[in-house]
């Protein structure tokens, strides 16, 4: 997986896509791997790939407020507002647990 970041960071995409998707067959419930394809699908523009892969990020994880945080952020650039908004309070209030 931390290969997968480095690949998207170095704009090989296919690579990095092929990376996440190996540590999520190799583990269904790795919620660090879901939550980095999605912010890789949002980077993508590939909304419904991104909040998908956010959401089970958050099912596996609920205590992440960095998850909430860019799922908020999805939900903006879909115009649903409402929905971001409350995953901006939900990443806030995580946040101050922490």
């Known amino acids: 997986m931390n290969r997968g970041l480095t690949y998207d960071r170095a704009g090989q995409a296919d ?6 998707d190996q540590a999520i067959s ?6 660090d791997a879901y939550y980095n394809r999605g912010l890789f699908f949002n980077k993508a523009g590939k909304l419904d790939a991104a ?3 956010l959401d089970r990020a958050i099912s596996l994880n609920p205590g992440d407020p960095d998850a909430y945080y860019n799922r908020g ?3 903006q650039k879909t115009g649903q507002v409402d929905k971001a908004n409350r995953d901006f309070m939900l990443w806030k209030e995580q946040s101050a647990r922490q």
């Open 15 to 20: 690579k990095a896509l092929a990376d996440f």
């Open 26 to 31: 190799l583990n269904p419930n790795n919620a």
């Open 51 to 53: 909040l998908a892969d």
């Open 73 to 75: 952020v999805v939900f």
